[in-house]
Nanobody, 116 residues
Framework: QVQLVESGGGTAQAGGSLRLSCVAS????????MGWSRRASGKERDDVAR???????MYGDSVKGRFSISREVGKDTVHLQMNALKPEDTAVYYC??????????WGQGIQVTVSS
């Protein structure tokens, strides 16, 4: 199993920035990618960003050019730098870890609120 602990988040004004972090522990050698997904109230889940151990990255269309995902090699930690925040970025953000064999592990979620 893999455990994920998220930190950061909170409240920011539109145009501001926030940074999320996620630390993985446990059987992290089984992972090949980590990322962030979000769910806003009353909306479908939205995949925000993902980073593979090859350092390839993927971003959702709604955050391209504003958000940046990075990882700390050897520390099983990923960060999501969120700039130029918009009220529509308000959501619960979940750290997700992807393991071989189709396994997915989810964090408990952390609230991000952007005020206009």
């Amino acid at each position: 199993q893999v455990q994920l602990v998220e930190s950061g988040g909170g409240t920011a004004q539109a145009g501001g920035s926030l940074r999320l972090s996620c630390v993985a522990s446990g059987r992290t050698f089984t992972l090949y990618a980590m990322g962030w997904s979000r769910r806003a109230s009353g909306k479908e889940r939205d995949d925000v960003a993902r980073i593979w151990w090859s350092d390839s990255t993927m971003y959702g269309d709604s955050v391209k050019g504003r958000f940046s995902i990075s990882r700390e090699v050897g520390k099983d930690t990923v960060h999501l730098q969120m700039n130029a925040l918009k009220p529509e970025d308000t959501a619960v953000y979940y750290c997700v870890a992807y393991g071989y064999g189709g396994n997915e592990y989810w964090g408990q979620g952390i609230q991000v609120t952007v005020s206009s």
